[in-house]
């Protein structure tokens, strides 16, 4: 059973650091593409960023674009979003998802996991 | 201001069909696959449509998926009770080199 937990959302201070982790299980790890995607809350779903299947490419939303750094760990079924210079506006929901293939250039997600908050406020 | 457009709420009574709309432009909608997720309250997404019209394993066939040019369409029929939730359509856009959702459609059933 493919398994996504997503870790490491806390409060913290415009303009500070933070990073979130995500475990995966169920799957062969690095056979897929990887996304984050967030949800400020009571809001709908915004993309965030992808990573190919060996963390070589990568692309990221321009909201998020030189702030935020997606990579992977494939000898620990590991994906991490590094987050710098965070804003009110990145309050949200942040989920980690497993894309269908390992194209990156789609946004085909079949298993995601349950979101950690993020919450950026003086 | 979601770069693909669609309507923020339609309604149904249950047996009815639905039919949510997703409209974007040639960079996105027009030249990738579009893929729809169902959010239910406190959930996250669920993939219901990928490539346009096919389902994932586990999905009644009462949801399907069309794209014609710049727009794709969801259409889910006979209505359940169990339906009500928040609707996303999704794509790659290959001008902006990133995933676009849309602003979501809340289903409700009367």
């Known amino acids: 059973e493919v398994h996504l937990l997503e870790s490491g959302g806390v409060v913290v201070q415009p303009g500070e650091t933070l990073r979130l982790s995500c475990a995966a299980s169920g799957f062969t790890f690095d056979d897929y593409a990887l996304h984050w995607v967030r949800q400020a809350p009571g809001k709908g779903l915004e993309w965030v960023s992808v990573?190919?299947?060996?963390?070589?490419?990568?692309y990221s939303a321009d909201s998020v674009r030189g702030r935020f750094t997606i990579s992977r760990d494939n000898t620990k079924n590991s994906l991490y979003l590094d987050m710098r210079s965070l804003r009110p506006e990145d309050t949200a929901l942040y989920y980690c998802?497993?894309?269908?293939?390992?194209?990156?250039?789609?946004?085909?997600?079949?298993?995601w996991g349950q979101g950690t908050l993020v919450t950026v406020s003086s | 201001q979601s770069v693909l457009t669609q309507p923020p709420s339609v309604s149904a009574a249950p047996g009815q069909k639905v039919t949510i709309s997703c409209s974007g432009r040639v960079s996105n909608i027009g030249n990738n696959f579009v893929c729809w997720y169902q959010q239910l309250p406190g959930a996250a997404p669920k993939l219901l449509i990928y490539?346009?019209?096919k389902r994932p394993s586990g999905i009644p066939d009462r949801f399907s998926g069309s794209k014609s040019g710049t727009s794709a369409t969801l259409d889910i029929s006979a209505v359940q009770p169990g339906d009500e939730a928040d609707y996303y359509c999704a794509t790659w856009d290959g001008s902006l080199s990133s995933g676009v959702f849309g602003g979501g459609t809340k289903l409700t059933v009367l």
């Open positions: 998802a497993k894309s269908r293939s390992d194209l990156l250039e789609g946004v085909d997600l079949d298993f």
């Open positions: 490539d346009n019209k």
């Open positions: 990573t190919s299947w060996n963390g070589g490419l990568s």
